[in-house]
């Protein structure tokens, strides 16, 4: 069902079933997956490719240009998974070709009101980005995230999976898997245990994750010491696989 108020180009992908609300615009390169909605007012511009099943409540900008800059007009690209809602005015801006010419967002994550996602940005699975959240060009995010309302991670940060942020929270380091950053100092101030036990992780896994949590910031290791220890017990404990790693990739430096 296609609202006849809606301006659809005529080089736009529309998958079956998919349902566009009065006053949308789709442009020349959109393709849209099979059961999406646009509820109205939505705008899905450029090479954006989307999934099924997503839905988009009204003033969604989805796969406009960039605010950087440096950016010419070149050909860049927007993702979208499957089963995602993006609810009253989100914001996506494709990629840059300073790095990989595309945005990713993976699948069946609430983008809650105002959310932006600036360029370049490489969003995994199952997250939740409360009003008002707001990233940066080239951050990553992994799945199982919770970042509360107004939270704002600066560019090229990365935030590991099962992290949590309170309100407001000001992100300027990558913030590792399973830490809960709040506070008013913006501070990481223990595991995302809640998060954990919602999401079927064993007493013994939580445990791990807790004495990791104590390696990076109350045993007075610095970060080189305390990454050489958890990658030591992440050998034997998969859950603290994901630390491992993270250290390894963190080009920002961790927050403490």
């Given amino acids: 069902m296609i609202h006849p108020s809606s301006v659809i180009s005529d080089n736009a992908k529309i998958g079956k079933d998919v349902k566009i609300g009065p006053f949308c615009y789709i442009g020349d390169n959109v ?7 646009l509820r109205s007012h939505v705008v899905i511009n450029g090479h954006s490719k989307i999934g099924k099943n997503n839905e988009f409540f009204q003033f969604c900008s989805v796969g406009e240009d960039c605010q950087d800059k440096k950016y010419a007009g070149e050909d860049t690209y927007l993702e979208i998974g499957d ?33 932006h996602i600036a360029h370049d940005c490489v969003i995994g699975n199952d997250n939740v980005l409360a009003n008002n959240a707001t990233l940066a060009g080239h951050v990553h995010v992994g799945d199982f995230v919770i970042l509360g309302g ?14 949590f942020t309170g309100g407001g929270a000001i992100l300027l380091k990558d913030l590792p898997p399973y830490v809960m950053y709040s ?22 896994a939580v445990s791990n994750i807790k004495q990791a949590y104590k390696t990076i910031y109350r045993q007075n290791n610095t970060l080189e010491e305390a990454e050489l220890l958890i990658a030591e017990k992440a050998k034997s404990n998969d859950e603290l696989v994901v630390i491992a790693q993270f250290f390894k990739d963190s080009t920002r430096g961790i927050a403490r």
């Fill in 83 to 115: 089963d995602n809602i993006f609810r009253e005015s989100c914001t996506i801006h494709r990629g840059t070709t300073q790095d990989n010419s595309v945005t990713k967002i993976g699948s069946r994550s609430l983008f809650m009101v105002n959310t």
């Fill in 183 to 204: 506070g008013t100092k913006h501070v990481p101030q223990g595991i995302n245990n809640e998060g954990l036990k919602r999401r079927g992780f064993s007493a013994q």
């Fill in 31 to 37: 393709e849209i997956g099979d059961g999406c909605v």
């Fill in 150 to 163: 107004m939270t704002a991670v600066h560019q090229f940060c990365k935030i590991g999976s099962h992290a």
